[in-house]
């Protein structure tokens, strides 16, 4: 069974702040998915990583897969109150299936 | 552009009642799938598709059925509702089978 780890499990920072959240597994991923859930709300898709060693980046957000495609950070610059949400990474373990593994996630809040 | 559209939003129902879940979307996506989501479990697959009238087992398929008749649509079936499936279930799609777009969620209570 494949697992992913993220750490930490809850952040809450002022506004202006940066941060890093960290999602690991022992497993090797044929891509990488980076989510931000609101309450009430399903997740929403902000980033898919596929080649180890990738960097994206999404305004103030970036995105980097792990050399060995086993983990992934996301890093947020000045982070703002709208940053605030769950954050979710998950693993494709791609070869014809559609079998996502998901990490519990970073509640991250952002204090004005 | 609706996406994936799940139905109803909230639920309640009682130990040993059946009901189904709906879920469709425009998308034209090959690739589908059921998660519920529990505090402390995260998002867990329940079932998944890779396309019309084929589907598979994910990590915790016991008490749920589902079928994929259509691209479109992808209902699960809960057969005997128990307490333990309390639950957010949701519904997702993709076209490459490397991502997954959400639905809005089914808040179920069985009491």
């Known amino acids: 069974t494949q697992l992913l780890e993220q750490s930490p499990q809850f952040l809450s920072i002022q506004e202006g702040e940066n941060l890093t959240v960290y999602c690991n597994s022992s497993?090797?991923?044929?891509?990488l998915q980076w989510y931000r859930q609101e309450p009430g709300e399903g997740p929403v898709l902000l980033v898919t990583v596929v080649t180890g060693g990738e960097v994206k980046k999404l305004k103030r957000l970036t995105f980097q897969f792990g050399d060995a495609r086993k983990d992934s950070s996301l890093h947020i610059t000045a982070a703002q109150p709208g940053d605030t949400g769950l954050y979710l990474c998950a693993g494709s373990s791609g070869a014809g299936s559609y079998q996502l593994t998901f990490g519990k996630g970073t509640k991250l809040s952002v204090i004005p | 552009n609706a996406g994936v559209t799940q139905t109803p939003k909230f639920q309640v129902l009682k130990t040993g009642q059946s009901m189904t879940l709906q879920c469709a979307q425009d998308m034209n996506h090959e690739y589908m799938s059921w998660y519920r989501q529990d505090p402390g479990m995260g998002l867990r697959l329940i079932h998944y598709s890779v396309g019309a009238g084929i589907t598979d087992q994910g990590e915790v398929p016991n008490g749920y059925n589902v079928s994929r008749s259509t691209t479109e649509d992808f209902p699960l079936r809960l057969l005997s509702a128990a307490p333990s499936q309390t639950s957010v279930y949701f519904c997702?799609?993709?076209?490459?089978?490397?991502?997954?777009?959400f639905g809005q969620g089914t808040r179920l209570t069985v009491v």
């Open positions: 497993s090797v991923f044929s891509s």
């Open positions: 997702a799609s993709s076209r490459t089978g490397h991502e997954a777009f």
